[in-house]
Each structure stands twice: as C-alpha cells, then as structure tokens.
C-alpha cells in the first residue's frame, strides 16, 4: 500500500531534520495527535523510521531507508507500467526478473499468471510469487546485498547463464537523453547484462524519475530492447535512437 500524501510528507521532513515531533506535526498539518502517532507508526513498521519519545527520527541505516523509500515512491505509476509487461508475457512462458522496485511490481502483476518459469537474482520476487500458480520459481546463487536482497556477483551471472528465457525485464537507476541504459553497482550490471543476454524479448520498465538521474555503468543502449515501458513520453533524443534501433517505447501518456 502507498504512503498518503501526509506520510510523504512527513518522510521529507525526516530528510531535512532527521526527527520530527508529534505536537509540531499535528500542528502542521491540523489533524489530532492520534492521527500523527498511526502515521509515525505507519512509516517505522515499513522500516522507514525510528520512534523516539514524542515523535520519530530518520532511520539510521541510509541504504534501508533508500530502498524502502523507492519501494513506495511512484508506486502508482510502477503499477501501472507493471500491468503492461505483465500483458505482454502470456502464461506458461519463462521470464528472468532483475533487481528493482519496479521488477517487483512486474512480480506481482504476474502473479495471476498460469505455468510461468521464472528466474530471478531479486529475492523479494521470491517473496511475492512463492505460492503462485507457476511451473517453477528459481532464485540464482550468490553474495545477498543486504540493503535490497539482489543476488550478485560472478556466481549470480554463471548461474543466470544456464538459462534461455523467453522474456527479461529489468529495471534500472538511470537513462541516458542519447539511449543509454545505466546503473551504479557494477556487480548488479554485471547480471542485468547476463539477462539481457539470454532472453528472446528484452522488457525494460522504468518510470520517468530515472531521466534525472545521472549513473556511471552501462548496461546497454536501447537499440538492445524490445520494449521500453515508461509513465512519461521520453526526451526526443531518446525516442529518436530506439526509433533507429526498432526498440517499441510505450509511454502511459500515449
């Protein structure tokens, strides 16, 4: 479930001050101090807080609360990008998932799906399609990054290795006006790579926050897609080379 715009709120705060009060906040924003306590309580049971006596601070782990963060940022529009893959993958088809608060909104799409195979070096997938109606759900060895439970490493790109998929889709940290498709770690691009590599169709879903961000490793171009899903039509530069490449964009404002 979605943060409300309160909590979101609240969250900024947390980034500038590192704590908030409970009086302040029911000041701010004219609610009662119960109603400021649920949402406190709300925020540290997602682990994206500490309570304190009156009120909470920022979590102290920066890396948990980032992801946690992500998790809920744009959820809306990750939803709706993940019910499009997820249209595109017909049951009883293989699919590879990669690493991402995006990829695991796909995972949850295609939990009504029948027979699927899916792979995956993310093991929040795991969490969210064990008990699905699939052929077989498979996880790729390797070193846990704690701060989001991606599976990397060589181990994890020997492993994604073995398989022939009929459809990746991964996520990423950044896009690149000219068509570039990039990432931070280069263990984690190492295995985006990998997928890409042995799937047939090549999904990539990313919402447009991502054109803001600037990320130093290459995973591919987008001539090297399929499809790119996004919530905003993307800058023409961008459209341009996967128009040259026959990569398909499809945009939620088309």
Request: with cysteine; aromatic share 4%; glycine share 6%.
């Amino acid at each position: 479930m979605a943060l409300n715009d309160r909590q979101e709120q609240i969250l900024e705060l947390l980034r500038a001050e590192d704590r908030v009060d409970v009086d302040d906040l029911s000041n701010r924003f004219s609610v009662t101090t119960q109603t400021v306590r649920r949402d406190l309580t709300e925020l540290c049971e997602r682990g994206l807080a500490t309570r304190t006596h009156g009120g909470a601070r920022k979590l102290v782990s920066a890396s948990s609360f980032g992801y946690e963060e992500r998790r809920l940022r744009n959820s809306g529009a990750k939803e709706a990008l993940a019910a499009i893959a997820a249209e595109l993958i017909p049951d009883g088809a293989s699919v590879i998932l990669n690493i991402g608060t995006t990829t695991e909104q796909v995972a949850a799409a295609l939990a009504t799906h029948e027979d699927l195979t899916v792979i995956t070096n993310n093991i929040n997938v795991i969490h969210i399609l064990r008990g699905a109606r699939l052929n077989s759900l498979v996880i790729a060895g390797g070193s846990v990054r704690q701060s989001d439970g991606a599976v990397v490493g060589a181990e994890a790109v020997e492993f994604i290795q073995r398989f022939k998929a009929d459809y990746a889709v991964i996520g990423t940290s950044s896009l690149d006006d000219d068509g570039a498709i990039l990432d931070f770690d280069e263990r984690e691009v190492a295995v985006a790579r990998a997928i890409l590599q042995n799937a047939r169709t090549k999904i990539l879903v990313a919402d447009a926050s991502k054109f803001e961000r600037n990320a130093p490793v290459r995973i591919c171009d987008v001539a090297d897609l399929d499809y790119v899903i996004t919530d905003k039509r993307p800058p023409e530069s961008f459209a341009k080379a996967a128009e040259a490449g026959g990569t398909k964009l499809i945009s939620l404002e088309d």
